[in-house]
Structures are given as C-alpha cells and as structure tokens.
C-alpha cells in the first residue's frame, strides 16, 4: 500500500480540522531543560573517577531515584546501553551541584506540558491551557507566542493569562538531559540508537506541586477545556503519591462529568507502588500514551512478566506482544483508548472504529519526523517538511506479522471487539534532538484524532 499517499492525505485532513479544537488543559508538569550533548572521552573519565565497577551495576538495573554520582552515571549508562530513555528524581544536594558544575549546551522550554504547549498552542494554534509549577521569568520567556494560557487569579476572580504576562518570579526548575546519538561508543557499550536520559533536580515536579489556582479554581478551569492531557506522575514515589493523586483525581472527576475525554501521557515510573496506583485509576482516562519500556514495567505489576520479557526482546518490538499486553491493559481498566509508541511504528488499541484513528497517528508521526529534522516545528505547515523523510523499512516486517496475525488491512484490524490501527513512521537518519518528540507523538496524535473525529 501507498503510506506516503496516506501520509500526505491524514496531513491534509488535520490542517483543515485542527481549527475546530477548542481548549485542551494541559497538567501538570512544566520545568527548563538542560541539555548536554555527551562526549564518551568525557563520559568515560567520569565513570573511571567514580568507579566503574558501581556505575556499571546501576547500568544494569536502574535505582529508584538518584542518590550519588555513580546512580547518574550509571543511569546514562543504563540508557545508552539500550537505547532507551530514562527519568530519574535528583534526590542528592551533591548530585545537583555535580550536574550544574557538568553544566550544559543549551536551555529549552522542557516538561511534558510545556512542551506540549507550545506545540499545540504555538504552533497547531490550538487554545491551551497550561500548569506551570513554578513560572519565573526564564520559564515565562521559553513559551512561544499563540493562545497559551495560565490561570491567575487577582483580587479573587479568575483570569487567563499568557505565561509571559503572568508577571511573577518563582523559582527555576531545571531538568538535566543527557543525549547521545545511535552508535555512540563506551567502555565497549554502542546505542542502538539515539536517546537521553534525564536527572530531574527540582523539587516541585517530582513532588507533582499543583498550584493553588488549580486547586481552588479548578471547576471554572474545566469550563474552558475540551479535551485534557495529564502528565508528570513518573517521579512519585510511595512516600509522597497520595496527596497529589487524590488531588489529581478531583480534577478527572470535574472533567469526566463535563464530558471531557483526558489523556494521560505516561511515562517510566521508577516506583512499582505509583504504577500499581496509576493502574487503579487508569479507567477514569479515556486515553493512555506509553512506549515498551513503559508498557513492559505495567505488565510486570500486573503479574504479567514474561509478556513484559517479550516486549523488550526483540528490535523492533513484537507487535503481538504490543497487543496482547494493550488488550490485557485495556481488559483490566477500561481505558478505551491505548496508545503505543516505538521506534519505528505506533499502534493504537480503541474500542471504537474508524479510519481517523490511524490517519491522527499519521499525523503525528509526520509531526515528530518534522520535530526531528528540523528541531523546532514553529508552524503546522512545516510539519509538511517531514514528507520527504523516508517510511522506516523495518515496519514491513511488521505490518506483515500484523497481517498474518489479524488480518490487518490498510494499517486497520479488528482485534477482540477492539480496532487496532497500526502506522509505519518516518525516520530522521540524524535527529537535531530527540527531547520531546514522545509529547509531540502523543498529544498530536491525541488533538488530531479528535479534529478528524466525524
């Protein structure tokens, strides 16, 4: 089949109807980016000045938050070993001083709805409306101009205000992200491909502060929202969960009994206790965005190990595995719509049907593929610059077992009551960066489908 008519037609459909969203609320997690561009001989002398031998042991099995210098280095390690991104809570004063002293090569607006901000509000000029933890003014300046809006409230009333007219100096939160490119070399370890992995050294978005607009306000917030996207649970940990989830469950309550349809972005959550949690809400979301990592480490609390072995076996993932653990996922919860992503091709689980799903992940692959090549989408219509980068190869092999398996057709299957929509994705040989293009995957995937919805 022709993917790159189908690519070219799902862009076309969702420029003329992306118009159509109204607000998308957007919680809960906001910080500044550090990004370092890693050097091996660099690298290597600080695992050799730390110890090898301890490094290489966190490279094997990550800790749960960071506590040393050998738990940073052999988190970097652990990624670079397998290609895979990694998040971990800087819990150690010495480790923020380490890493601010590594320093860094460049700032960007970082968090999953900062991020996501400004895609959706700066570039797809959708309305957003944005949690931001702590807005100083370097925070403030890092969102783009476009219908991006916080909430404030003076003299008691509610207003919307954009980030940058928000006017208050809170403080910094920075997040540390290591990248590395496919085939980098160390201590005879090469990266599958190219990834990062991040030490998060602020102490409100592991800790999921929620401000007090929110918290007071947050019924009249609802009001302007369509649709929802939450993130940034994947640094709690069973000491601290609790109070923001029973926070963040007033808030899916308000907007399940306004109808509005929220998608929660996961990501690697380090702590079994929150991930068991996360599972017992998971039904409350009409949406989940997740990739193998992530998939695997739900399965293993669910009891299911040796399908969590099988997603992380083989390069590209098995899509049978992909399915199976979405549909026991689904079975368990009642989330009526899973979305996986991976290098190479997403699959998305509904239990409704129609073309628009596949075409929204179309979309948002083309997106991610423009995110990329040219590190920074500053319009929709240059999200048409990724029609020249190339389908990935390797998906064939996956559309075939897809096909011999469920009889997929047109990248559409029925599945045990269940659609399931495949897509090959583009492939960017070398990515200007690759921070960011999960949220970019998920919440265009997410706005689109629901700008092509009939």
């Known amino acids: ?50 110890g090898k031998d301890a490094v290489l042991r966190y490279s094997e099995e990550l800790p749960e938050r960071i506590t040393s210098v050998e738990h940073l280095l052999g988190g970097i390690l652990w990624s670079i070993r397998r290609g895979k991104a990694a998040e971990l ?24 709805v900062g991020i996501m901000a400004n895609l959706l509000g700066g570039v797809y000029n959708v309305p957003v409306i944005a949690h931001v933890p702590q807005l100083s003014s370097l925070q403030a300046e890092l969102f783009k101009e476009g219908p991006i809006y916080v909430p404030k409230v003076e003299g008691g009333d509610l207003k919307l205000v954009h980030p940058k007219e928000f006017l208050a100096d809170e403080e910094n939160c920075i997040h540390y992200i290591y990248e590395f490119p496919r085939g980098f070399r160390i201590l005879g370890f090469e990266a599958p491909r190219e990834n990062r992995f991040i030490g998060a050294a602020d102490d409100y978005n592991p800790n999921l502060y929620i401000r007090p607009e929110f918290t007071e306000h947050f019924g009249e917030i609802a009001k302007k929202a369509e649709l929802g996207i939450i993130s940034g649970l ?25 109808n509005v349809p929220v998608h929660l972005e996961f990501a690697f959550t380090a702590d079994e206790t929150v991930r068991m949690a996360l599972i017992d809400v998971l039904g409350r979301f009409h949406s989940v965005g997740l990739n193998e990592v992530e998939l695997a480490s739900i399965m293993e609390v669910m009891g299911e190990k040796g399908l969590a072995g099988r997603l992380l076996a083989s390069d590209p993932v098995d899509p049978v595995a992909v399915t199976e653990a979405m549909l026991r996922l689904a079975e368990r919860t009642g989330v009526r719509r899973i979305h996986f992503h991976t290098y190479g091709y997403y699959l998305a689980l509904t239990d409704y049907h129609g073309e628009f799903v596949r075409d929204a992940l179309l979309f948002a692959a083309l997106a991610a593929a423009a995110k990329a090549k040219l590190g920074d989408v500053r319009s929709v219509d240059d999200v048409v610059e990724a029609m020249d980068v190339p389908v990935n190869e390797k998906a ?21 009551n269940y659609q399931l929509s495949f897509v090959p994705t583009k492939i960017v040989a070398r990515p200007k960066s690759t921070v960011g293009i999960g949220d970019t995957i998920s919440s265009s995937a997410f706005v689109g489908e629901f700008a092509l919805r009939p």
């Open 1 to 50: 089949m022709d993917w790159d008519a189908l690519y070219s037609s799902a862009f076309e459909r969702v420029r003329g109807n992306i118009g159509k969203i109204g607000g998308v609320l957007l919680a809960y997690n906001t910080n500044i980016d550090a990004i370092k561009y890693l050097d091996p001989a660099d690298l290597e002398g600080r695992i050799e000045r730390a």
């Open 89 to 112: 809570f800087v819990e150690s004063c010495t480790v923020r001083f380490y890493m601010r002293r590594w320093g860094w090569d460049e700032l960007r607006m970082g968090g999953q």
């Open 234 to 258: 994947q640094t709690l940990t069973k000491e601290n969960y609790r109070e923001p989830f029973e926070e963040m469950v007033r808030h899916l309550d308000v907007l399940n009994a306004r």
């Open 396 to 416: 064939g092999a996956v559309e075939e077992r897809l096909k011999a398996e469920y009889g997929m057709k047109d990248g559409i299957a029925e599945v045990d």
